[in-house]
């Protein structure tokens, strides 16, 4: 059996975007999205197992355009359709609304795929269940993005919830993944620094959060950072799921330190120009930043 370097687990979102200016972009999206086209830039071999309603949206087609892809589609009776309103020019504050939601993931539907990491990269709570995490700990490193166990849906709203089983599945983590807002959530905590040591103390390995001026990793009691240098921020929508993708995959070979710059330097690039990392993984290397 093939053993991809990872497997992307989420579904695809059927994106409106509005620009703080008012301009409004319809577009596919999702962090499975997002996640697939950074890593199969950097030539890792990527399976994703993508969810939505196959007769409204191709998930073949999706990623037709990202090298070193497997598709393993997923019917849902609906997809996750969603709106988001960005009210400032770095496009950090926005007001999320959510049409409708996919059908949870089960264990039961996920084929035998061999994988060094197993990658979670849902959207809103339930639609990655926490069994998923026990079940892909027993088969893999996990990736998790946490926004999938905090974003509620609640009347077309999206709204942050603490997360009640933290304690009991972080230790299950490989490689954590929340921003500044949703590290507050769960930790109660607005220093980021302080915030990300709690994390890493509630039993996930390796924990990156991400703001709009940097992205911050702890390992290992080690707190790492590296700048976003983006020139524009026309790219903003997909920052955290580049960056998370970025670091998991480059950290395979490398030291914290050097994926955490890594990823701050493939995602100040994607963040200059809207859609997924298309970018070229010896530019990034040129750059000096890994």
């Excluded at 093939?2 to 509005?18: C, P, R, W, Y």
């Excluded at 996750?80 to 539907?109: A, C, G, L, Q, W």
């Excluded at 026990?134 to 990736?143: E, G, L």
């Excluded at 980021?192 to 996930?204: E, T």
Aim: hydrophobic share 40%; net charge negative; aromatic share 8%.
């Amino acid at each position: 059996m093939k053993l991809f370097d990872s497997l992307i687990i989420g579904e695809i979102a059927q994106d409106t975007n509005v620009d703080y200016d008012g301009t409004t972009v319809k577009a596919i999206g999702g962090a499975v999205y997002y996640s697939a086209f950074a890593a199969s830039a950097m030539g890792h071999q990527i399976a994703v197992l993508p969810k939505a309603d196959t007769s409204q949206i191709d998930l073949h087609q999706a990623f037709a355009d990202a090298s070193n892809v497997k598709v393993f589609p997923l019917h849902s009776k609906t997809s996750f359709v969603t709106k988001n309103v960005y009210h400032t020019p770095d496009r950090e504050r926005r007001t999320s609304t959510v049409d409708s939601v996919i059908e949870p993931y089960s264990p039961f539907e996920v084929p035998e795929i061999n994988a060094r990491i197993w990658h979670l990269a849902g959207l809103v709570a339930g639609d990655i269940p926490n069994e998923m995490i026990s079940y892909a700990a027993q088969r893999a490193m996990v990736a998790l993005d946490v926004q999938t166990m905090l974003r509620h849906a609640e009347n077309g709203t999206m709204i942050l919830k603490d997360w009640p089983e933290k304690k009991e599945y972080l230790p299950l983590i490989h490689y954590l993944k929340t921003d500044a807002a949703e590290a507050e959530t769960l930790t109660g905590e607005q220093d980021r620094a302080k915030a990300i040591r709690i994390l890493a103390s509630w039993g996930a390995k390796e924990v990156m959060l991400t703001h709009h001026t940097e992205v911050m990793v702890c390992v290992d009691g080690e707190i790492y950072a590296a700048p976003f240098t983006a020139r524009n921020l026309s790219g903003r929508t997909g920052r955290g799921d580049t960056c998370f993708a970025s670091y998991c995959y480059w950290r395979l070979n490398h030291t914290p330190e050097e994926a955490c710059r890594f990823a701050a330097a493939v995602t100040s690039r994607k963040m200059e120009r809207p859609g997924p990392f298309k970018g070229n993984i010896n530019d990034i290397s040129a750059q000096g930043s890994c």
